[in-house]
T-cell receptor, first 114, second 112 residues
């Protein structure tokens, strides 16, 4: 089974801090994704990556950056955390096959910015 | 804007009954997928239906797709308390290159 591991289940940080959320997958998937999930808004795509050192903006990239130095690891960075970034963050991965592949999710990081 | 819209937003039924959730979308798709999320956990893939398919089954799950109406439904038969979760549809857009666009989900509660 594919395992997607997010480094923290719960995280509390202060406004203005630089925050790193880490995600590792163990199935050699090319695609990796970061979403945030908020009540009433569903899942929204922040950034995604098709390959090492490659990244593309999703629907809500403002205030975030990402890093993918190794195939198995995709990091989400909050450059200067703000209270409106308090949310559940979900990482996912999938095979690069031209479509028709499910995404595999981690258990999420519930991030609170105080 | 969200591509998929689930209906209803919340559904509460008795154990043993069937549960039906609907999803509508706006633009052409490669495939449509359904996911389940237990409280406080990540999403788990349930079933994928391609744009050229009309119906698909997996255990107690039945998914239909009507591309002319841009809609899909997920039927869970003989529901169990363990089916309590949120269910999301996700569309793989033709021009989306493997990105999925998720709906807001249906919160399903199965009462024992």
């Amino acid at each position: 089974d594919v395992k997607v591991t997010q480094s923290s289940r719960y995280l509390v940080k202060r406004t203005g801090e630089k925050v790193f959320l880490e995600c590792v997958q163990d199935m050699d998937h090319e695609n990796m994704f970061w979403y945030r999930q908020d009540p009433g808004l569903g899942l929204r795509l922040i950034y995604f990556s098709y390959d090492v050192k490659m990244k593309e903006k999703g629907d809500i990239p403002e205030g975030y950056s990402v890093s993918r130095e190794k195939k198995e690891r995709f990091s989400l960075i909050l450059e200067s955390a703000s209270t409106n970034q308090t949310s559940m963050y979900l990482c996912a991965s999938s095979l690069f096959t031209g479509g028709y592949q499910p995404q595999h999710f981690g258990d999420g990081t519930r991030l609170s910015i105080l | 804007s969200q591509q998929g819209e689930e209906d209803p937003q919340a559904l509460s039924i008795q154990e043993g009954e069937n549960a039906t959730m609907n999803c509508s979308y706006k633009t052409s798709i490669n495939n449509l997928q359904w996911y389940r999320q237990n409280s406080g956990r990540g999403l788990v893939h349930l079933i994928l239906i391609r744009s050229n398919e009309r119906e698909k089954h997996s255990g107690r799950l039945r998914v239909t797709l009507d591309t002319s109406k841009k809609s899909s439904s997920l039927l869970i038969t003989a529901s169990r308390a363990a089916d309590t979760a949120s269910y999301f549809c996700a569309t793989d857009l033709i021009q989306g290159a493997q990105k999925l666009v998720f709906g807001q989900g249906t919160r399903l509660t199965i009462n024992p």
